[in-house]
């Protein structure tokens, strides 16, 4: 029969070394919630800081959008009618010759 404070360690001062070992294990895990607890807080803070940066994201591409570019010319049909046809394929497709369609 073991006595009052052996906690189980099966001989003479077992007990004292299972509750340091217990005590261990409570710490180790009370530090790792404490550094979950740290992760999450810093993902809530990256968070705030997103939602105010699509905000402002997109109020830019809002007034970006409707701007023309100054580096594009500005076109309203084909700048070379003749190079249309090349990309326009055939106009009667019983009378093409071409093997890939």
Do not use: N
Request: hydrophobic share 35%; with cysteine; net charge negative.
């Amino acid at each position: 029969m073991q006595g009052p404070g052996s906690g189980g360690g099966g001989g003479v001062g077992g007990g004292e070394a299972g509750d340091m070992r217990g005590r261990h294990r409570i710490q180790a895990e009370l530090k790792k919630l404490e550094q979950e607890a740290r992760f999450l807080e810093e993902e809530l803070e990256e968070l705030d800081k997103t939602e105010k940066v699509s905000a402002a994201l997109q109020e830019f591409v809002i007034t970006t959008e409707h701007k023309a570019d100054p580096l594009l010319p500005v076109t309203t049909g084909a700048a070379y009618q003749s190079w249309d046809r090349w990309f326009e394929g055939p106009q009667d497709l019983r009378r093409c010759k071409c093997w890939f369609l």
